[in-house]
């Protein structure tokens, strides 16, 4: 179980698994890290798996307010995720909102 406060103002929970190269899921609308397990399951062996709860989901902070969910701002997240991890490159990618985001 793992959290990290986000230059967002986000308290967001990740979990990280495997080991090479950085790849970070990205969820849709809604849906919560777990939604990645198989690709999880699949990925770890070859990469370092970052899968998170984004803001408004899972046991991530939920704002209040539209405002608070534009894909501007959900792309901050996923940056500022990276940041804190110590990431400055990897591999992304998302389903459904979370390719957009991506």
Do not use: C
């Amino acid at each position: 179980m793992s959290f990290v406060n986000l230059a967002t103002g986000i308290k967001m929970y990740y979990e990280i698994e495997g080991q090479g190269e950085p790849l970070l899921l990205i969820m849709g609308t809604a849906a919560d890290h777990n939604t990645w397990s198989a690709q999880v399951s699949a990925y770890r062996n070859h990469y370092t798996v970052i899968t998170y709860d984004a803001r408004g989901t899972g046991q991530s902070t939920h704002p209040q307010g539209k405002e608070e969910y534009s894909m501007q701002i959900l792309a901050e997240d996923a940056a500022a995720l990276l940041d804190e991890l110590d990431i400055s490159r990897a591999h992304v990618s998302g389903l459904s909102l979370g390719s957009a985001t991506a």
